[in-house]
């Protein structure tokens, strides 16, 4: 456990590396030489790609420091009595994933709020489990799964910004070439350098953090973790549709609501989530949805 635990870090370092390497260098060594001076224009562009990068720091290190969420000690499902006592005592020797029972965490010992899986990384419970991000050395769950999400908006924006920029500066560096009379400055070697390494760093980087970001999306539209995505295609598969129905989907604008807050105008403002995680809405509470999938414990 203490090498894997060792090694988690070093990836959520070299991540937290990468992440300030990129925009720092291409800034200082790029950029800010080529702009200089500085006029509202490029100030602009600087001051926006800037406050992207440090909304994502700020998101990686709120995505790190959150706890996920724990189950609260002595949980119970509503509604456990009905099951009396020898059910209780069956699912307290395991049973953790009877269809229509309440699931139950031998290895916490402890019933499971909806949504929650036992994360064998972290070595608990967690409420409404997204994924164990080794990235960021943290599991997503309840409480920090709406950071998680802007952390990736903002390192999109970021890198996306950054390749552009880069693009910029050495298509300028051609009409440069080209125009009469005129000798482009070289551009030195210590740019040259940034922009080849910065570029193979961007191109894969960015690619697998805006396909991981348009899947987190699509899931937060269904109101969906990645566990109840992946467990909704295998039960589509082994049954029929039915089976895979989503009972927290609430509509497109209400699912974004529940992980990144009410108000749309604040969507890219960290804020805490809503509710404890114990307790879910679901279509069944709302009047007007179909009941069929809601149980007390899903
Ligand atoms: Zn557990
Ligand atoms: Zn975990």
Same mark, same amino acid.
């Given at each position: 456990?203490?090498?894997?635990?060792?090694?988690?870090t070093?990836?959520?370092?070299? !991540?937290?590396?990468?992440?300030?390497?990129?925009?720092?260098?291409?800034?200082?060594?790029?950029?800010?030489?080529w702009?200089?001076?500085v006029? %509202?224009?490029?100030?602009?562009?600087?001051?926006?790609?800037? +406050?992207?990068v +440090?909304?994502?720091?700020?998101?990686?290190?709120?995505? %790190?420091?959150?706890?996920?969420?724990?189950?609260?000690?002595?949980?119970e499902?509503? +509604?456990?009595g009905q099951? +009396?006592?020898?059910?209780?005592?069956?699912?307290?020797?395991?049973?953790?994933?009877?269809?229509?029972?309440p699931?139950?965490?031998?290895?916490c010992?402890?019933?499971?709020?909806?949504?929650?899986h036992?994360?064998?990384?972290?070595?608990?419970?967690?409420?409404?489990?997204d994924?164990?991000?080794?990235?960021?050395?943290?599991?997503?769950?309840h409480?920090?799964h709406?950071?998680?999400?802007?952390?990736?908006?903002?390192?999109?924006?970021?890198c996306?910004?950054?390749?552009?920029?880069?693009?910029?500066?050495?298509?300028?560096?051609?009409?440069?070439a080209?125009?009469e &009379?005129t000798?482009?400055?070289p551009l030195?070697?210590?740019?040259?350098?940034?922009?080849?390494?910065?570029?193979?760093?961007?191109?894969?980087l960015?690619?697998?953090? !805006?396909?991981?970001?348009s899947?987190?999306?699509?899931n937060?539209?269904?109101?969906?973790?990645?566990?109840?995505?992946?467990?909704?295609?295998? !039960?589509?598969?082994?049954?029929?549709?039915?089976?895979?129905?989503?009972?927290?989907?609430? &509509?497109?604008?209400?699912?974004?609501?529940v992980?990144?807050g009410?108000?749309?105008?604040?969507?890219?403002i960290?804020?805490?989530?809503?509710?404890?995680?114990? %307790?879910?809405?679901?279509?069944?509470?709302?009047?007007g949805? !179909?009941?069929d999938?809601?149980?007390?414990?899903?």
């Amino acid at each position: 456990m203490g090498a894997i635990e060792g090694s988690d870090t070093l990836l959520a370092l070299s !991540a937290f590396f990468l992440i300030v390497f990129i925009p720092l260098t291409s800034q200082v060594f790029v950029f800010l030489p080529w702009l200089r001076p500085v006029t %509202v224009n490029s100030g602009l562009v600087l001051f926006v790609f800037n +406050g992207c990068v +440090g909304m994502l720091i700020l998101n990686y290190y709120l995505c %790190v420091t959150t706890d996920p969420g724990r189950v609260a000690p002595g949980w119970e499902p509503e +509604g456990l009595g009905q099951f +009396g006592e020898l059910e209780a005592t069956s699912l307290t020797n395991g049973g953790e994933t009877i269809t229509g029972l309440p699931r139950y965490c031998r290895i916490c010992n402890g019933f499971k709020p909806p949504r929650t899986h036992h994360c064998k990384r972290c070595g608990r419970c967690i409420l409404r489990m997204d994924h164990h991000c080794q990235w960021l050395n943290n599991c997503i769950g309840h409480h920090n799964h709406g950071h998680f999400i802007r952390f990736l908006i903002f390192t999109v924006l970021s890198c996306g910004m950054c390749m552009v920029m880069i693009f910029a500066r050495l298509l300028d560096l051609v009409r440069e070439a080209f125009k009469e &009379g005129t000798k482009p400055e070289p551009l030195g070697l210590v740019p040259v350098l940034f922009i080849a390494v910065n570029m193979c760093l961007l191109v894969p980087l960015t690619s697998i953090l !805006a396909m991981l970001l348009s899947q987190q999306l699509r899931n937060m539209y269904r109101n969906l973790t990645t566990i109840e995505y992946l467990e909704k295609i295998d !039960a589509s598969f082994a049954y029929d549709e039915s089976f895979a129905a989503d009972p927290y989907d609430l &509509g497109c604008l209400e699912n974004t609501a529940v992980i990144l807050g009410d108000s749309p105008m604040l969507w890219l403002i960290p804020q805490r989530m809503k509710g404890d995680g114990h %307790v879910f809405i679901c279509k069944g509470d709302i009047e007007g949805f !179909a009941s069929d999938h809601k149980r007390p414990w899903e």
